[in-house]
């Protein structure tokens, strides 16, 4: 069995993003727990175009991403509260996985997926955590039993080596990168998005 492939996506394009951060802190524990990580940041995210329904045309970049998460055993999707929900950024990324619907293994289908909410109030982390959830079992995909939700005004979230500061908060890290992990093992059987080799 090859090391699972945990793909995250997310962030602000804010330098020191903090919802970019713990998605990059919940990808290291998941490379802890044996798993091969890629992040496509909030810069990457950036750089996608509006999805438009009626355009078939794909840049190189919405093909490297859709391309991505076709052959990833689990995600890590992680957004601001803008407005008590997704921000447009992250929303657009998931839009644009529409690209799924028609593979063998549609949209999220037995993908465990790990959710990461930086909001300003804690209102807004509870809020947007949940519509994330909504968004990903909408797209058939597994959200873990454990999201990570932050107030960013709540204190320091990382201290000056860039480490995640409150051990609460790095101890949930931690729990959803081994929830994600696990749940891509048991779930890797032969991906038909994947093919032989
Ligand atoms: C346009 C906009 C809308 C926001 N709306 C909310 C909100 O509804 N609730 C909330 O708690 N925080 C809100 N915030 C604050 C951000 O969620 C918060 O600062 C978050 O930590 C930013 O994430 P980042 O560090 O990854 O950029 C908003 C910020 C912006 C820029």
């Known amino acids: 069995m090859s090391k699972p492939l945990i793909l995250g996506f997310g962030g602000t394009t804010r330098a020191g993003s903090s919802s970019e951060k713990l998605v990059r802190a919940v990808l290291s524990n998941c490379e802890k727990e044996g798993a091969r990580t890629r992040l496509f940041d909030g810069a990457f995210l950036a750089r996608l175009p509006l999805f438009a329904p009626e355009n078939p045309e794909r840049t190189a970049e919405q093909r ?54 930086s909001a300003a109030g804690w209102q807004g982390t509870g809020i947007t955590l949940s519509a994330l959830r909504d ?39 931690a729990a959803q990168a081994k929830q994600i992990v696990r749940f891509a093992a048991a779930f890797q059987q032969p991906n038909e998005n994947r093919g032989a080799a």
């Not at 079992?137 to 454990?146: D, K, L, N, V």
């Open 64 to 117: 490297e991403f859709v391309e991505a998460v076709r052959r990833c055993d689990g995600l890590v999707i992680g957004t601001p509260a803008y407005h008590a929900g997704v921000s447009g950024l992250v929303k657009n990324a998931l839009d644009l996985l529409e690209d799924l619907r028609g593979d063998a293994r549609v949209y999220f289908d037995d993908l465990p997926v790990g959710l990461v909410v």
């Open 135 to 173: 968004m990903v079992h909408a797209m058939r995909g597994w959200p873990t039993p454990i999201g990570v939700s932050v107030n960013s005004l709540a204190g320091p979230l990382f201290d000056a080596d860039g480490a995640v500061a409150d051990p609460q908060l790095d101890a949930s890290i």
